[in-house]
């Protein structure tokens, strides 16, 4: 089984950085995606930014050049790194990771969301 641990989110005033970590235990054989969605209440989840195993990266337009998605795969933990925040990035930040356990089973799993409040 695979599983999915958050942490880093918290409230900071407009400007400031925050970093967001996502770490996946479990019996995994290899993480092929990670990634990083965010959603507000009564919204569509938005997605804000991917990578792949390779380090291929994807963001959305409204963080490009203030937020860098990385990752770790010998601790299969994907990180985000949040600057110069706007009262606009205020979300639950969801982690979601996609690959392949070692019965060879796929998984896709998401994580229980960190909430991240950014004051004016």
């Known amino acids: 089984q695979v599983q999915l641990v958050e942490s880093g989110g918290g409230l900071v005033q407009a400007g400031g950085s925050l970093r967001l970590s996502c770490a996946a235990s479990?019996?995994?054989?290899?993480?092929?995606?990670m990634g990083w969605y965010r959603q507000a209440p009564g919204k569509q989840r938005e997605l804000v930014a991917t990578i792949t195993s390779g380090g291929n990266s994807n963001y959305a337009d409204s963080v490009k050049g203030r937020f860098t998605i990385s990752r770790d795969n010998a601790r299969n933990t994907v990180y985000l790194q949040m600057n110069s925040l706007k009262p606009e990035d205020t979300d639950v930040y969801c982690c979601?990771?996609?690959?392949?356990?070692?019965?060879?089973?796929?998984?896709?799993?998401w994580g229980q969301g960190t909430q991240v409040t950014v004051s004016s």
């Open positions: 979601y990771a996609r690959g392949l356990a070692n019965d060879y089973r796929t998984f896709d799993l």
């Open positions: 479990g019996s995994i054989l290899r993480i092929n995606y």
